[in-house]
């Protein structure tokens, strides 16, 4: 490609003596190939992991689970409430919520600057509708300003699915998304990674929202990749996307977890397309089983600051 420079000594080549009407004409050629190579920038086709310079947004919202804030502690040999300061100087603004927390280490954590962003909870639709337990639930999120409980709505006998238990387990989250939405908070679930599990796989996911319309999904990047199906194939669920759990698996273990952005899921990828959708909620940073908590937290934060 001809740069701006030979073309301004072209022009003046040609243009000889007549310099006012030639410096004239230059300003609007060089404004014109200015405005040529930003539009070029914009459209250019980037790699498909890529992250995206060009667009100017606002910063992700980025959560880390209760539990890892409790692992922090344990590995690093400091308190709860020094493994939250840890967290929220990686970057990290917000905490979600695992069911059973104690109210003084939710304290600690609000107090170090992490947000509640969601609350998660296991209340076994399988067994029976626990009302009072339900309640707590949503009563634990409207106490801390949080609008989203995400269930683990309960699990078949086997990997076999059973379309009774379907209906039963599907009818009590419909009736936990109506209590909840009375007090102001959206009921989600998620692509669970156990093949017992009513929403194991994209095909069981989009039945299960198929039946509950009033309840949101959490687009968890790293379990498609346990029923061996892509990472992307949540990307058709973003309209009824909510929240996010960033998870990245090794090279060559599909249950393992790692550092997001240091193994093979495509989060990258899958972020900016969320992005680009529209999405600005919440991005919950998942690595169970982490035996450096910390690190891979950090290492996570970085990955996910370019966006």
Known sequence: MIGIGEWIRGFSFVCGRNK??????????????????????????TAPNAVDHVHVRAPLQLAIFSSHVEDIARQKGVS?????????????????????LAADRIAAARNAGLAVACVVGWPEFEKGYDEAKCEALVSLAVSNGCHQVMLVPGFYPSAAEDAALFDVIVRRTRRFAA?????G?????????DERSPTCGIR?????????????????TGNFNGPGERAESGLELLPRTRHFHLKDRPFG????????????VPVA???SAARDAGYGGWFTIEHFGATNMLECVEASASFLRAF
């Open 80 to 100: 709860f409430a020094e493994a939250a300061a840890k967290v929220r100087t990686a970057g990290i603004s917000g905490i979600t919520v695992m069911d059973g």
């Open 204 to 220: 069981r996911t989009k039945a299960f929202l198929e039946a509950a319309p009033s309840v949101g999904f959490v687009y968890d």
């Open 269 to 271: 990828r899958i972020v």
């Open 20 to 45: 006012k009407i030639a410096m004239n004409k230059l300003s609007v050629i060089v404004l014109m190939l200015v405005a040529c190579r930003t539009v070029a920038a914009v459209i250019e086709p």
């Open 185 to 193: 908070v959206e009921t989600l679930v998620e692509d669970f990674d």
């Open 179 to 183: 209590m909840a939405a009375a007090r």
């Open 253 to 264: 273990d599909s249950c393992g977890s790692c550092a997001v952005g240091s193994g093979v």
